[in-house]
């Protein structure tokens, strides 16, 4: 889950922050320490809009289904990931809105 996966890497924890709707619509991830983002990391957020990756030099791997079934998500934007050197076929699934990647 996104809580899960936010609080080991950025070490924050999203589950109070849900409530506000900006977080409900934008996620940013910078200068965190993760190395993969696993299957499903965004699941259940289908009201999602945008999703921020950057700074991230420990990002190595983003797994299928990351981005998947994302209705509303229009920009991913993955920036700066100087060690990404996986993203797998299916990472990008489902995604009607998407305009920018």
Do not use: G, N, Y
């Given at each position: 889950s996104v809580g899960f996966l936010v609080s080991q890497l950025c070490?924050?924890?999203?589950?109070?922050m849900n409530d506000h709707p900006i977080f409900s619509i934008f996620?940013?991830?910078v200068?965190?320490?993760?190395r993969v983002?696993?299957?499903g990391a965004f699941a259940g957020l289908g009201d999602l809009e945008k999703?921020?990756?950057s700074q991230n030099d420990a990002?190595?791997?983003i797994e299928a289904n990351?981005?998947?079934s994302l209705p509303k998500l229009h920009e991913i934007r993955i920036e700066k990931a100087n060690n990404l050197v996986y993203i797998d076929q299916d990472?990008?699934?489902h995604l009607p809105s998407l305009r920018y990647l």
């Open positions: 070490f924050l924890d999203l589950a109070s996620r940013r991830f200068l965190t320490k993760m983002i696993p299957k999703i921020e990756i990002l190595e791997v990351v981005f998947s990472a990008f699934q």
